[in-house]
């Protein structure tokens, strides 16, 4: 309801005091007027074939989950204009050869119907003989792809994505109002839109849905930039950290070189952060900006970003990059850069701080440490230590401001024990680039903590400096980056983040797993384990004095536990799992691949330790049976690996993968690891006994094309065959089933 009133406010004021955006200002710019709803527009000849930037910004929406007041769009067009005498002619500027990485642009324009020559008005000559004049309504109050208000998909307030498609209805919209700055020309427009389907997830929601919008258009002037031209590529920095354009070669259409997008500076090599959030986050959120500037000051180039207070009322500029907090439900950081496609230079940056990421991130913190850190065994954190997650989100929506992109192998840089250590921790942090997706220090003891030890990355890692070496240094900087890289123990073994389509279709690399943590997932794993495992017989004593109804009690051991499952998945990721060995994509060897399989099975025999709190039942239902739920879904999603597997297999082989993984090994691990020789005492498990059935289904579904399969069904008859159980009981039934559909399977074989 709340922004929807701020809405008709925001109406009512431009209704009754227009007066204040409606002011002409004559100069050397582009000056605009409006009247009887149409933008009159004066351009000085002098701008002629000069470069103009057009913009949007939404301010203010009807639905607060399609928006945020005062986000770019992270959208921009390069223009020129063009006077023959009678006509003005919108010219929009971009290379044929430029494409970026996603292709968004190329088809952006390709659905736009854009043309180099975009749009013609009736134009004149003022009186004067210096500028021309001509309505430019429609340059404003029109709505396409390229400069979208709404992008096409986008987080819905809860953290879910939304598909959906934006149909301005040009009777229901109107312009507002404009105003007129140094280099700047506004038009602020009351934009009415229906949404042609819509769709969360891959459920479309029915239905007749609009959205109304207070947009602002933005002309403004390009500026010299102190960066000057976007830096060819390096391929060991750019498969780090950096986002890049490609530019085929001018002189070989059939190359390509590749070209590293930076964010431009002010005249006096800087780059200002405007900050609006509450006080109480202000100094968390200046830290997070001047963190960068050690890298900066490494790079030879001092303290460039600085941070400055803004209010509310501050003039939205195109120039001006900001920091503002929304209290919305949207569950990430937003970061929305102002880019010229032209050159791929950013001009400035929005970052929008949700008020429900913080929160989200704060709970991760406590899901992922609260077995070794008492600070975040409370209902409401510490100021500090909720400050200590905005400050990371902050500096990872910086660095993607400053021409970085997400590294998700970041986080298995560092030796494991290595992360249990005070000194070091402080000195390199917990993960070598601040661009991996937040993850915290769940490795270390409660011993550790309670020493010092790291447990929310708190600065740039070596791996940002060295891109931030390379994009804003000097040559002889550049240099020695490059060299600190390829010589650093640490870094230049698992620094390579594979990007999308890097890999064969199919395919991925475990390194690059989302919150995994150290060199050696498997000891990394087994450190969490005895971590959680010492925590979870007491977690309601240890909640007990901040927690009377059990509720954060049962809330963290439910997040625990999926974080638990989670990481178990990522153990089933190195059977079928790709590394690169000097830019060659092949297997993991074969010892890993058999180790993911076996260290997979044997976690999830090993969970009888989740033991829930009588008192308070989780909210999806019975407690009991939680160890089951994911003994038997991990299970099936190691089954799954199958094809993973077979596509590594058929990878070239090389001198340092010795003995290749096969399906073969993959089916037998399995076996060795389910069918015992001997009936444990006491029978089996029924959780045992699912995932014998689950294999055998399986190995069914498979023995037609793999002999492999067939020869582990025989096996598996002569182990029913062979066990010796006590008539009647539930392991002589299961083993008596086992035999009958083997049998069956393979006399239809």
């Known amino acids: 309801m709340r922004p929807f009133l ?25 000056s605009l007027s409006l009247s009887n709803g149409k933008v009159n527009a004066r351009i000085p000849l002098d701008l002629m074939g000069k470069r103009i930037y057009l913009a949007s910004v939404i301010e203010q929406t009807s639905d607060a989950g399609e928006g945020v007041s005062g986000q770019m769009s992270d959208n921009c067009l390069p223009l020129e204009f063009a006077f023959d005498g009678s006509e003005l002619t919108v010219r929009y500027l971009v290379k044929p050869s430029l494409v970026d990485l996603s292709g968004e642009i190329p088809s952006a324009i390709e659905k736009s119907s854009l043309v180099p020559d975009w749009k013609q008005f009736k134009a004149s000559l003022s009186s004067d003989k210096s500028a021309v004049e001509a309505d430019l309504t429609e340059l404003f109050a029109d709505h396409f792809n390229i400069l979208h208000v709404f992008p096409v998909s986008a987080y819905n307030s809860q953290g879910g994505m939304v598909m959906r498609k934006h149909t301005v209805v040009r009777e229901k919209s109107s312009v507002l109002a404009v105003e007129n700055r140094e280099n700047i020309a506004e038009v602020v427009c009351d934009m009415f839109f229906k949404m042609d389907g819509y769709v969360y997830g891959m459920m479309k929601v029915a239905g007749d849905f609009s959205v109304r919008a207070i947009v602002r258009k933005m002309l403004f002037a390009a500026t010299e930039k102190s960066c000057g031209e976007m830096l060819e590529s390096v391929p060991e920095i750019e498969d780090l950290t950096l986002s890049s354009n490609v530019l085929q070669d001018s002189f070989s259409p059939v190359l390509e070189k590749r070209y590293a997008c930076r964010h431009s500076l002010d005249s006096t090599g800087h780059l200002v ?4 959030v509450p006080s109480v986050w202000k100094p968390y959120v200046r830290e997070g900006v001047l963190a960068w500037n050690t890298a900066f000051e490494k790079a030879g180039r001092g303290d460039v970003l600085q941070v400055r207070d803004a209010g509310e009322a501050e003039n939205l500029s195109p120039y001006d990059s900001r920091i503002i907090y929304a209290p919305t439900g949207m569950q990430e950081v937003e970061t929305n850069s102002l880019r010229d496609p032209f050159s791929g230079d950013m001009f400035s940056t929005t970052i929008c701080l949700h008020e429900n990421a913080l929160q989200k991130y704060v709970s991760q913190l406590r899901f992922q440490t609260a077995a070794t850190n008492p600070a975040v065994r409370v209902p409401q954190v510490a100021d500090s230590v909720a400050g200590s997650v905005l400050k990371l989100l902050v500096m990872q929506a910086v660095g993607k401001s400053l021409g970085l992109v997400r590294n998700p192998a970041a986080s298995s840089s560092y030796p494991v024990d290595s992360l249990c250590s005070v000194s070091f921790t402080r000195n390199y942090g917990i993960v070598s680039s601040v661009m991996e997706n937040p993850v915290f220090n769940f490795v270390a003891s409660s011993e550790d903590v309670a020493r010092g030890v790291l447990l929310v990355q708190n600065r740039p890692g070596p791996l940002d400096e060295v891109s931030i070496a390379w994009l804003y240094g000097d040559e002889s900087v550049r240099k020695k980056a490059l060299e600190r890289l390829r010589n650093d123990e640490y870094l230049r073994p698992k620094a390579p983040s594979l990007k999308s389509g890097a890999l064969p279709d199919g395919l991925s690399s475990p390194y ?12 990394s794993f087994e ?48 059977a079928g799992g790709c590394q690169t060995v000097d830019g060659a994509v092949l297997p993991l060897p074969a ?20 033991r829930f709190p009588k008192e308070r039942l989780l909210p999806y239902g019975t407690v009991e049976f939680i160890a089951d739920v994911y003994r038997t879904n991990i299970f099936n999603t190691l089954l799954g690996r199958y094809e993973k597997v077979q596509l590594c297999s058929d990878l070239d082989a090389s001198p340092s993968v010795t003995a290749g993984y096969t399906t073969k090994d993959f089916v037998t691990d399995i076996y060795v690891c389910i069918f015992p020789e001997r009936l444990p005492a006491g029978g089996l ?23 492999c399969c067939r020869e582990t069904l025989l096996r ?11 008539p009647g009981t539930d392991s002589a039934n299961h083993y008596a089933y086992l035999k009958f559909i083997t049998d069956k399977t393979i006399e239809n074989n």
């Open 6 to 30: 701020s809405y008709l406010l925001l109406l009512f004021g431009l209704f009754f005091f227009p007066s204040g955006l409606c002011r002409a200002q004559d100069g050397e710019f582009i």
């Open 273 to 276: 952060f405007h900050i609006n």
């Open 512 to 523: 690059s797993a989302n919150r995994d943590l150290g060199d050696d997932a498997f000891l």
């Open 527 to 574: 450190k969490y384990s005895v971590n959680q495992k010492a925590f979870f017989p007491q977690a309601v004593d240890l909640f007990s004095g901040n927690d009377p109804d059990l509720s954060l009690t049962a809330e963290t051991l439910k997040g625990i536990a999926d974080e638990y499952a989670t990481k178990v998945v990522h153990l089933c990721s190195f």
């Open 591 to 610: 010892s890993l691949q058999r180790k993911g399989v076996r260290k997979t099975i044997e976690a999830l025999r090993d969970m009888d330790w989740f």
């Open 685 to 707: 498990e029924s959780y045992q006994m699912n995932w014998q059935l689950a294999f055998v289904e399986f190995l069914a579904g498979k023995s037609a094309s793999d002999s």
């Open 716 to 726: 598996i008859r002569n182990n029913a065959i062979a066990m010796k159980c006590r």
